[in-house]
C-alpha cells in the first residue's frame, strides 16, 4: 500500500468522466452544427491573458476583475520584467483583442463561436465552479439592430435543437454613453439622497458603477432600487428605434420577450441591446445565457472602432438543465464487439477490426484485467452490456475456415450467420448504426 497522501483534484475544478462526458460531447455537437446553420465559424484563444485585458475591457470596478481573478506574476523576462497574466474568466475580451490583433475585419464583419473552460475564484455551488466552461456566440463589426436579433434567434435555435423548453427571454437597452452618463448622474443623485437604505455593496459602487446597484440581490434593497430613475426615460430616439427593431424581428419571429429596465449584465463593456435568458429550473441562479451589444470594446482594446453583439451561455449549467428536463443525452455504443475465445485468435481478429474501423465500422475488442480472456459466456455478457448491436465471434473453427460468426444482440436478438474474413468490405456496412 502507498504511504503518499492521495492527490485530487482542486475544490471547484471538476474531472468530467464517461459516460458523463458522452453528454458534453453531445452538446458540443449540437453547437457546432447550429453554429454552422447561422454561418458562425469557430475561434480559439489562449486561456491565459494579460491581465490589463480584462481590467480594461471587463472594468477595474466589476466584481471578476475586483475579487474573482486568478492572476499571478509570470517569471521574469532576460530583461527583468515580468508580465501580470490572468486565466481568462470570460472569452469575450480575448475575442476581441484576437480580431484587434490580427486585423480580422479587414474584409467586412466576421460571425465567431467559441467553446472551452473560463475560471473564476468563487464559492463553488451548485452549477457554478471555479473552473467552468462557456460557449459564446460573437458578430463583431454589424451594427444593425437586424445582428442583435439574429444571435437572440441562434440562442433560440439552440434551445430547440436541445429541446430545451423551459426558459424566457428578458431585454433591455442600456443606450449609448451619453445617454448612460446622464442616467448614471441621476442614479447618483437618487441613490445619494437615499444613502442611510444602501447596503455596504451599494455604498461601494455608488461613484465607481451606479448601474451595478440595480443588479442588487439584497431583498431589503428591491423596493428601492425598483424607484430608482429608469435608463429608457434618458434614451435618444436612435436608441430606442434601434430597440423597437429588435423587439420587432423577435415578434415576428414569435420569440416572446419581457422587457426587464434592471436588466444591466455584469460587466462594464455593454452599450444598446442586452438579453438574458432565464429559466425557472434551477433555483435561484436562473440565467442560462446572456449577453448583448458592446460597440466600443475593439477600440477599447486598441482596435479599430467597430460594432459588435455577443453572448455566452454556461456549459455546465445547460446540462443541469437538461438534466432537470428529463433530456437524455445519446450514449455512445460500439456497432460490434469482438469475442476471443483465447489469444491465439488475435492476430486474424485484430487484422478484421482494423479493416472494420477503417470502413466506418466502431468496434470495441474484449480485454481483460489480468491473464487470459474469460469465458465465452463472460465474454457475451460484456458484448450485451457495452450496448453493441453485434458480437462478432473469433471462434477456433470459425478462423479455421476463414470465418467470423455475428451474432444479432438487439434486433432479432440470438440470430447468428458466418461471414468470410477474405471479404470484410462486402458485409461490414451490415454492422453499421443508422447514427
Not at 4 to 18: Q, Y
Not at 64 to 77: L, P
Not at 205 to 223: C, E, G, S, Y
Not at 326 to 345: E, F, H, M, N, T
Request: neutral net charge.
Amino acid at each position: 500500500m502507498s504511504s503518499h497522501k492521495p492527490i485530487t483534484a482542486i475544490k471547484g475544478m471538476n474531472d468530467i468522466l464517461p459516460p458523463d462526458s458522452a453528454r458534453w460531447e453531445w452538446l458540443e455537437h449540437v453547437v457546432r452544427q447550429t453554429m454552422a446553420a447561422f454561418a458562425y465559424r469557430n475561434i480559439r484563444t489562449p486561456i491565459v491573458e494579460h491581465t490589463q485585458l480584462f481590467a480594461r475591457g471587463l472594468g477595474a470596478a466589476t466584481d471578476v476583475v475586483e475579487k474573482e481573478m486568478y492572476s499571478f506574476e509570470d517569471r521574469a523576462d532576460k530583461h527583468g520584467s515580468a508580465d501580470h497574466l490572468s486565466l481568462r474568466p470570460e472569452n469575450t475580451a480575448g475575442v476581441v483583442r484576437a480580431v484587434a490583433e490580427h486585423n480580422l475585419l479587414y474584409d467586412g464583419g466576421k460571425r465567431l463561436f467559441y467553446m472551452g473552460p473560463m475560471f473564476r475564484r468563487e464559492r463553488p455551488q451548485r452549477g457554478r465552479y471555479r473552473q467552468f466552461h462557456q460557449i459564446g456566440a460573437e458578430a463583431l463589426g454589424f451594427g444593425s439592430p437586424q445582428i442583435d436579433a439574429e444571435i437572440i434567434l441562434l440562442a433560440v435555435e439552440l434551445w430547440r435543437a436541445l429541446g430545451i423548453g423551459n426558459w424566457h427571454l428578458e431585454l433591455n437597452s442600456l443606450g449609448q454613453p451619453g445617454e448612460r452618463r446622464a442616467h448614471r448622474q441621476a442614479l447618483i443623485d437618487y441613490f445619494e439622497a437615499h444613502a442611510s437604505q444602501l447596503d455596504e455593496d451599494a455604498r461601494r459602487r455608488l461613484h465607481l458603477n451606479p448601474l451595478r446597484i440595480l443588479d442588487t440581490k439584497n431583498p431589503a434593497m428591491q423596493a428601492l432600487v425598483e424607484a430608482a430613475p429608469k435608463l429608457v426615460d434618458h434614451l435618444g430616439e436612435a436608441s430606442l428605434r434601434h430597440f423597437e427593431q429588435v423587439q420587432a424581428i423577435l415578434r415576428a419571429s414569435g420569440v416572446a420577450c419581457r422587457i426587464n429596465p434592471r436588466l444591466v449584465r455584469g460587466l462594464d463593456y455593454y452599450n444598446l441591446t442586452v438579453f438574458e435568458f432565464i429559466t425557472e429550473s434551477l433555483g435561484a441562479q436562473g440565467t442560462i445565457c446572456g449577453g448583448g451589444r458592446y460597440d466600443y470594446l475593439i477600440e477599447q482594446l486598441g482596435g479599430k472602432p467597430a460594432p459588435a453583439v455577443g453572448w455566452a451561455m454556461g456549459v455546465e449549467r445547460v446540462l443541469e438543465l437538461l438534466a432537470q428536463e428529463g433530456i437524455a443525452a445519446p450514449q455512445p455504443a460500439p456497432d460490434a464487439y469482438a469475442v476471443l475465445p483465447d489469444d491465439a485468435a488475435s492476430p486474424q481478429a485484430m487484422h478484421c477490426l482494423q479493416q472494420l474501423r477503417a470502413l466506418g465500422v466502431r468496434v470495441q475488442m474484449h480485454a481483460s484485467a489480468g491473464e487470459g480472456l474469460g469465458s465465452m459466456k463472460s465474454q457475451l455478457k460484456k458484448a450485451d452490456a457495452s450496448g453493441a448491436r453485434f458480437a462478432l465471434i473469433f471462434g477456433a473453427d470459425e478462423l479455421a475456415a476463414g470465418q467470423v460468426t455475428i451474432k444479432a444482440l438487439r434486433d432479432g436478438a440470438g440470430a447468428q450467420q458466418q461471414q468470410p474474413l477474405t471479404q470484410v468490405q462486402a458485409w461490414a456496412s451490415g454492422l453499421k448504426s443508422a447514427n
